[in-house]
């Protein structure tokens, strides 16, 4: 079973599910994937938070622990910033956890020519924690929008 720990926001989270509903779409009922959204709409604020760095990460635990408890076998966060946490989130959690900037960042590598630029829409708080620059190697370019461009649109 599917754990996903939603909450951060909760849009994101029923995003992530309705996506994996349409990858199975018009297959029997019996085929589409057992999963179960926690919605933890609770967890602090990230942007807010970022320097109260064990709020955040006692919080994410306790929405791990809940989805482990419950017999999944692994836990999916679709939320950028959440991943600030990831490292010290793991080793708390018995059960794996995707890491979101990681897959993406692989995904660059096999499908994206050396010295690509690789743009990265994201909040100030993911942008800022670099959860996507640690994972792209340096054959990457990664950008960003200006910081007006970002203030305007994100």
């Known amino acids: 079973m599917i754990g996903i720990l939603g909450g951060m926001g909760t849009q994101a989270g029923l995003d992530f599910c309705s996506k994996l509903a349409k990858l199975n779409r018009g297959k029997a009922d019996q085929k589409y994937p057992i999963f ?20 955040v990460l006692s919080s994410l635990i306790k929405g791990c622990k809940f ?33 979101m900037p990681e897959i993406v960042c692989f995904n660059i590598k096999n499908n994206c020519k050396t010295n ?29 929008p200006s910081k007006n461009l970002q203030i305007r649109n994100v």
């Open 67 to 99: 989805l482990q408890k419950n017999k999944c076998n692994f836990i999916s966060i679709p939320c950028n910033t959440a991943h600030h946490w990831y490292k010290d989130l793991k080793k708390k959690i018995k059960i794996p956890i995707l890491n």
């Open 36 to 55: 179960l959204l926690y919605n933890k709409a609770n967890i602090p604020d990230r942007k807010q938070n970022l320097k109260r760095y064990k709020n």
């Open 116 to 144: 690509a630029k690789i743009g990265l829409l994201a909040t100030d708080a993911t942008i800022a924690t670099g959860v996507y620059s640690q994972y792209l190697d340096k054959k990457f370019n990664l950008i960003t």
